[in-house]
């Protein structure tokens, strides 16, 4: 069941601004934007054989080009940090928000290389136009066993909408790293979490992607 989370995670979302992406359409709804990405990178990853042969530089191409534009992830790791983002320095909060962003993609990078048949079904969106932020729900259908919910929150911004959090199954991604960076500060201060981010980067490095998730 981890690996079905991750692997429907990765399916949309998105962990950084990327400059050299093309931008998403003007006035681009935000459901149309998730439905959009999502099927683009599982339409590229069920059709490329480097991605399913676990070809770590092509997956982390996808990742890059069709992932990484369509997420504020500073915001997504300031709300995981909670409170000690305020008490970090402006180097720190640079050095967590990389590392964060480095975990993430080795996760959903080993995911995405193992995508087969799921299918996305989007829900009507329940949004009014002024809304600034808002929860696009959606289900993954798998081969085997009943639908997965598979939410998000979006946020407008200059730049476009901009995901920020998902929910699957009923747990929000920041808030299930929120623990684990409290519990990893408490120890040795923001420095610490950072360290530990970093150990754990490096272990990933190292790995095939289709072992990351195992």
Same mark, same amino acid.
């Given at each position: 069941?981890?690996? +079905?989370?991750?692997?429907?995670?990765?399916?949309?979302?998105?962990?950084? /601004?990327?400059?050299?992406?093309?931008?998403?359409?003007?006035?681009?709804?935000?459901?149309?934007? /998730?439905?959009? +990405?999502?099927?683009?990178?599982l339409d590229t990853a069920k059709a490329d054989k480097e991605i399913q042969a676990g070809n770590q530089k092509r997956v982390m191409d996808? /990742?890059?080009?069709? +992932?990484?534009?369509? !997420? *504020?992830f500073q915001r997504m790791t300031s709300l995981a940090a909670g409170r000690y983002w305020r008490e970090a320095t402006p180097d720190q909060?640079?050095?967590?928000?990389?590392?964060?962003?480095?975990?993430?993609?080795?996760?959903?990078?080993?995911?995405?290389?193992?995508?087969? &048949?799921?299918? %996305?079904?989007?829900?009507?969106?329940?949004? *009014?136009?002024?809304?600034?932020?808002?929860? /696009?729900?959606?289900?993954?259908?798998?081969?085997?066993?009943?639908?997965?919910?598979? =939410?998000?929150?979006?946020?407008?911004?200059?730049?476009?909408?901009?995901?920020?959090? +998902?929910?699957?199954? @009923?747990?929000?991604? !920041?808030?299930?790293?929120? @623990?684990?960076?409290?519990?990893? %500060?408490?120890?040795? @201060?923001?420095?610490?979490? %950072?360290?530990?981010?970093? =150990?754990? =980067?490096?272990?990933?490095? &190292?790995?095939?992607?289709?072992? !990351?998730?195992?």
């Open positions: 069941m981890k690996l +079905i989370k991750q692997l429907i995670a990765l399916a949309t979302v998105a962990f950084a /601004v990327s400059a050299t992406a093309a931008p998403a359409p003007a006035n681009e709804a935000p459901d149309a934007l /998730v439905k959009r +990405i999502s099927q683009e990178v996808l /990742v890059e080009t069709k +992932i990484l534009p369509y !997420v *504020d909060q640079k050095q967590l928000s990389t590392e964060f962003r480095t975990l993430l993609i080795f996760t959903y990078s080993g995911a995405l290389s193992q995508v087969k &048949n799921e299918t %996305i079904e989007f829900k009507p969106l329940r949004a *009014d136009p002024s809304d600034t932020e808002v929860e /696009v729900r959606s289900q993954v259908n798998v081969a085997r066993g009943e639908p997965v919910p598979l =939410n998000y929150r979006v946020a407008k911004s200059a730049a476009g909408w901009k995901i920020y959090d +998902i929910n699957v199954l @009923g747990a929000w991604l !920041v808030e299930t790293y929120k @623990g684990t960076f409290a519990s990893e %500060i408490s120890k040795g @201060g923001i420095d610490g979490l %950072i360290k530990a981010l970093a =150990n754990k =980067n490096k272990q990933l490095a &190292n790995k095939p992607l289709k072992t !990351v998730q195992k």
